[in-house]
């Protein structure tokens, strides 16, 4: 399989740390994925109109994203248990869909700092965008929606989004808001999955 | 169930859709849901920190989202077959989230001319997002990924996208450049589920 990659993207990683966690990661070669929101990379686009990173070319050619469906179908190929069955599944999915929308609104507000010229930004949108960070981290915090040390897709990305807030909003310091979530991710931060860096080869 | 509702979502509107196409409709409570991304609706954040429509409130209580989330659950909960099972998931799904990247490309494109002040506007922002739009609609005009009349959770999807094209967008005419993506719109568009309309009792 091929997956067009992009070291900073959080829902790369999140496909990556899937797989790692499947035993699937020596089956996926990396293709550079150059995507931005206003420079739509071709290579990218042949095979996923959005032009997004990440998008899986499957062994028998098949184009397929985003990264939810990325990681349920590499579950699929390994027999895995990352998505479970039962009333489990509802709440593993919704946390999944916390953790990509907390990575939609952090993205949002990165795209407005970092990627619009200065003279258009508007600081309403940055700080509703932020908002949604903060209202995130504080639900994980109180434990609704509830976060263990089980392994599968929600806990998964939400450990993703914790990487991506250090690496792009370290300023929020949230581990001293949020012992709680802090304590959670510093031991689910230690399986190897969470550990592990990847670069084009 | 209770469903946090917004007339002009197209993501509310999937889940309606799919409640209707599974029988479903009759369980469904709406409730008003006024999410904007610079003014948090206090009332959804309540169940779902992220502050957005969809949210769906089981009957048991439980807070469901996303859209892709609630779909699956109404699907499961009615036992149909939306979600299809062996290689045919992974189309459908990939087509799902193709029509759910086309709709999260034009409502961003919408904010930026809707709702944000008009000196803080990007021109290749809103450009960089329509063409993400118009990418998706060429790769369905030219049948990659397949669209044919089959009734699953990819189809259904790209008709409620199609939808919102048409409701914010008529000046793309797409069904001009696309017609053999109109001559599907024009057939699967006849089911009663697409051509319904929700409103707050």
Tied chains: 1, 2.
Aim: aromatic share 8%.
């Amino acid at each position: 399989m091929k997956l067009f990659f992009s070291p900073t993207s959080p829902y790369v990683r999140k496909c990556l740390v899937t797989a790692m966690e499947l035993g699937l990661t020596d089956r996926i070669e990396l293709l550079l994925g150059k995507a931005s929101p206003v420079l739509p990379d071709t290579a990218i686009a042949e095979h996923n109109p959005l032009g997004k990173v990440p998008t899986l070319i499957t062994d028998d050619g098949q184009a397929l994203y985003d990264s939810r469906v990325i990681c349920e179908y590499l579950d699929h190929l390994a027999g895995g248990q990352l998505f479970p069955k039962g009333p489990a599944r509802w709440q593993a999915l919704t946390l999944q869909a916390l953790g990509d929308g907390l990575l939609d609104a952090s993205l949002l507000a990165r795209y407005e700092e970092a990627l619009r010229p200065e003279a258009l930004r508007w600081s309403d949108w940055r700080q509703g965008q932020l908002d949604k960070v903060r209202r995130a981290l504080q639900a994980l915090e109180s434990g609704s929606p509830a976060l263990d040390q089980q392994v599968h897709i929600g806990t998964l990305t939400i450990g993703c989004a914790l990487w991506y807030i250090d690496l792009r909003f370290s300023e929020l310091a949230w581990r001293d808001s949020h012992p709680k979530l802090a304590a959670w991710q510093a031991t689910f931060g230690q399986r190897a999955s969470m550990k592990a860096e990847w670069s084009l080869p």
